[in-house]
């Protein structure tokens, strides 16, 4: 049973002065009773249906969880379940695009402009409750309307009937439960925070970069970088901060490149035998500037302006949008909640009597590879065993030239990526010998890009087609420069699509597991009593749990069982195992 939720029309204001929502079911025999609830009974109101209904799957249906779930979180409320009308249009839109997806879906209402909340400034308390819902647009409107409820009854059945109608209805079903989840889960996230000790951070800081800068100076030891670079570059006004200013300096000093990038300046240290005293010299020039790199990075990204900007009272609150790349990888609009270094995760820290449970699933892409395309050779690989260590093992028995792990690891990356250069590039050719129907589906969707198609992850994501300036580039190829341009456009597209289908399932396989793993949290129990401990931290293949010491043994079944539950429900039965490492640790740089 789906329930919609939503402001009533014209922000009505009921007698206790609280801002009305109106609720309004759908089942199978069609819309059902209507309600309207204040706005502070809202999460009275959701935990009342879902304890008047145990065992019956309740959808709480709207129109963007960012925002709804910051206030039902605020008042002590987590819905178990819900169908995000946003993120599911957005896979239902983009799927209707491609022919072969067979989907009769056209959008009723236009929600890609609904936005975060929290990108606005929080407006005074005296202002009223409606400025919660400031800047939403109205259906065809530019207003600060909101979408009525019968406005999302009427979006929520054309994409339950597109669903229906589509080829494979369970899968996309899935898919779209599972990106609604994603955005409960999410927002969870952001209510609760990951635990973060600020004095271990500063501490870090304090070592690497020197005291705290007052104003826009540099810290002192970010500092006596810099002066080592401009005395090594005979430049002594040089900004290293300026890439523009760093690369003049480098070229009038003799070294041979086209940008400060990292790997470009190893490259140029690397033309020269190692070892050698060019190799020395060059080393010697490049270290300063990559060591410079290193610290500012740490200062600008995660340094105490971060800090101050980020966490309060010792919790970082990751800021996540789900499904913001087109593989439907989540990514971060505030706080670089996706990239979290490794010289600062010791701040990560549990308190007292608590623990971290990070859980890393292992070579999932690799796997996901395995059981979309059947292959059974890869999967046998990969069973009770590193899948890299696996390949190599068999390249021997086979008398391939894929005999390490490290090989076999570049040999399965050129795979997925279409590379063609270096050891895994010539390695290829290898790697088609022993798993042929591994290569032949990411083959052939990389042909689907390249004649400008599209291609669909296995629950029904469809990639993005390309520009109609890419179209106009295949088109005309009246020059041998607009040929070569044409060509290398449709190889770019093709190792899109190439990877879009392993990287896009991928994810998949992500959210059911979240999904799963949130669903054990909220319901099994240890000595009778419900389990406190949550999903405060997510990173495309990795989870972090945090809660009390006692329960992190469960926390490891829980996280184990959902891997290899997200990958039955997803593929059903396959020889393809999907392990995951876990550790209880007390701050998060233990567990790698």
């Known amino acids: 049973m789906y329930i919609l939720l939503a402001p009533a029309a014209s922000a009505q204001l009921l007698p206790d002065g609280s801002l009305a929502w109106e609720a309004l079911s759908l089942t199978e025999q069609g819309p059902g009773r209507r309600r309207q609830v204040g706005q502070q009974k809202l999460g009275d109101f959701v935990a009342a249906v879902e304890r008047q209904n145990p065992g019956r799957t309740i959808r709480w249906a709207w129109a963007d969880a960012r925002q709804v779930m910051p206030l039902l979180l605020g008042q002590g409320v987590a819905p178990a379940s819900c169908h995000d009308l946003r993120l599911a249009q957005q896979i239902l839109a983009r799927a209707a695009t491609r022919a072969q997806s067979g989907l009769p879906y056209r959008q009723v209402l236009d929600l890609s402009a609904l936005r975060d909340p929290s990108e606005f400034p929080v407006r005074p308390q005296a ?20 979408f009525s409820v019968d406005d999302l009854l009427a979006e929520l059945q054309a994409q339950l009937a597109a669903v229906a109608a589509s080829p494979f209805p369970e899968r996309l079903s899935l898919l779209l439960a599972a990106e609604s989840q994603g955005a409960l889960i999410a927002a969870e996230i952001r209510q609760w925070g990951m635990p973060w000790d600020r004095a271990v951070h500063e501490q870090i800081l304090e070592q690497r970069l020197g005291p705290r800068p007052v104003g826009a100076e540099r810290p002192a030891q970010m500092e006596a970088v810099a002066g080592r670079v401009r005395q090594l570059l005979a430049a002594p006004e040089l900004n290293p901060d300026s890439p523009q200013e760093l690369l003049r300096a480098l070229q009038a000093a003799g070294v041979a490149v086209d940008s400060t990038r990292k790997w470009d300046l190893v490259a140029w240290v690397g033309q020269v035998p190692q070892q050698s005293p060019e190799w020395a010299r060059r080393q010697a020039l490049v270290e300063p500037i990559l060591a410079y790199k290193r610290l500012a990075r740490l200062f600008t990204a995660n340094g105490w302006n971060w800090l101050d900007t980020w966490t309060r009272n010792n919790r970082f609150y990751p800021a996540y949008e789900v499904a913001s790349a087109a593989t439907g990888r989540w990514g971060g609009h505030g706080g670089g909640a996706m990239q979290l270094p490794q010289e600062v995760r010791s701040a990560v820290r549990a308190e007292p009597g608590m623990l971290l449970t990070v859980a890393d699933a292992a070579q999932i892409e690799p796997r996901i590879l395995a059981v979309m395309s059947g292959d059974r050779a890869l999967a046998v690989a990969g069973r009770g065993r590193d899948l890299y260590l696996g390949i190599a093992q068999l390249g021997e028995r086979t008398g391939s030239q894929v005999r390490s792990r490290e090989q076999a690891k570049l040999a399965l990356l050129a795979v997925m990526y279409g590379a063609t250069t270096g050891e895994g590039g010539q390695l290829l050719p290898q790697m088609r010998r022993l798993f042929p129907q591994a290569l032949g589906l990411v083959e052939e969707a990389a042909l689907v890009g390249e004649r400008g198609g599209q291609v669909s992850t296995f629950l029904g994501r469809v990639s993005p087609l ?6 106009e580039g295949q088109r005309l190829r009246d020059s041998a420069s607009a040929e070569r341009a044409a060509v290398s456009a449709a190889r770019a597209q093709g190792r899109f699509t190439r990877n879009f289908v392993v990287q896009g399932t991928a994810a998949e396989w992500a959210l059911v597991w979240m999904a799963q793993i949130r669903r054990a949290l909220r319901t099994e129990r240890l000595a009778g009593r419900p389990l406190s401990s949550r999903l405060v931290y997510f990173l495309h293949d990795e989870v972090v749990i945090y809660g009390p010491a006692y329960e992190a043994a469960q926390c490891a079944r829980i996280v184990r069982r959902a891997a290899s539950s997200a990958a039955q429900l997803i593929f059903g039965a396959s020889e393809v195992e999907f392990p ?13």
């Not at 390309?466 to 179209?471: G, I, L």
Request: charge should be negative; avoid cysteine; aromatic fraction near 10%.
């Open 127 to 146: 202002e009223g409750q409606l400025a919660l819902f400031e800047g939403l647009p109205a259906a065809g409107a530019a207003s600060g309307a909101v």
């Open 466 to 471: 390309p520009s109609a300036r890419w179209f």
């Open 580 to 592: 995951v490492s876990v550790a209880a640790v007390e701050d998060y740089s233990q567990a790698k």
